[in-house]
């Protein structure tokens, strides 16, 4: 399994589902998966899919820019960190954010998110 095809697999799915359908992110959480949203700490599946589907817009557009791999720990895990913009639809400019997440492999040869921490870019 090539690692960089795994990171960009995984950030390709996960944007397009956000951007579409959040609530089908549901199964790439686990009951011991964080998320911090700006500074917000959330644990376990229902509650993070609770928090994404709770933005009081229905789609927006994700362009991402690099994307950076590493490998993390004995056991097969990854960091992906993630850079880019997000359009609401109706506005005009778009929203610098980074995200990063924390990758572990499952029993059955793919992934979920450990850990993920978001942060949108002021500047």
């Excluded at 790439?28 to 599946?45: R, V």
């Excluded at 929203?95 to 924390?102: A, G, I, R, Y």
Aim: glycine residues 8%; proline residues 5%.
């Amino acid at each position: 399994m090539d690692p960089d095809a795994v990171s960009k697999a995984f950030v390709e799915h996960y944007y397009s589902a956000f951007d579409a359908n959040r609530s089908g992110l549901a199964n790439l959480y686990q009951d011991g998966s964080m998320l911090t949203f700006e500074g917000q700490k959330i644990q376990g599946f229902q509650n993070i899919v609770a928090k994404l589907t709770s933005f009081p817009f229905s789609q927006c557009k994700h362009t991402i820019t690099p994307v950076d791999r590493q490998p993390s720990g004995p056991a097969g895990g990854m960091l992906v960190f993630v850079s880019g913009t997000f359009q609401l639809a109706g506005e005009q400019h778009a929203l610098k954010f980074s995200q990063m997440f924390h990758l572990m492999p499952t029993q059955q040869g793919s992934f979920y998110v450990l850990n993920d921490i978001f942060r949108l870019n002021y500047a």
